[in-house]
């Protein structure tokens, strides 16, 4: 199924891709009631990673944000195989973000905002959510960004 959130993707030369498959004992994504939780997002694309490193050594703010935009893409497959239709989603709730940070590093919040943005631009109002930007030594595969996220959806 196709909507007005796969419209605005569209417009900004995306599309939802496919679901990406769990690397260990898990689901890409959960509902319970209301809300859909997402695993950790890594930012794969056609099964690899773009990029790997810490943000502020061998991968720069800029390219963390970009790949911040793919683990928010890949969130939105995963709510989409569990609800069918992102029209449904009500509300982007809660965005938690880790970014495997160079010591010196502080741009954590930057960096996320690849996604934080990716969400207001397909929902609009309902995409403005509450955020945690986490610093971490080193994250699954050597990723540079990972995102995990929250939404309402509207009732079955």
Do not use: W
């Amino acid at each position: 199924m196709s909507g007005e959130a796969e419209a605005a993707l569209a417009e900004l030369g995306l599309t939802v891709p496919q679901v990406v498959p769990p690397l260990a004992a898990y689901q890409p994504a959960v509902r319970t009631g209301a809300y859909v939780y997402t695993a950790g997002q890594l930012p794969m694309v056609d099964g690899e990673l773009p990029l790997t490193g810490k943000v502020g050594a061998e991968v720069t703010p800029e390219e963390a944000k970009d790949l911040a935009r793919v683990c928010a893409l890949n969130a939105l497959a995963a709510v989409k195989s569990v609800i069918g239709d992102l029209d449904r989603v009500e509300r982007v709730v809660k965005v938690v973000g880790f970014v495997a940070s160079a010591p010196d590093f502080t741009g954590q919040p930057a960096v996320l905002n690849g996604a934080s943005e990716l969400f207001g631009k397909v929902f609009g109002d309902k995409g403005v959510h509450a955020r945690s930007a986490v610093g971490v030594a080193v994250l699954p595969l050597d990723a540079p960004v990972e995102i995990e996220i929250q939404v309402e959806v509207a009732a079955d």
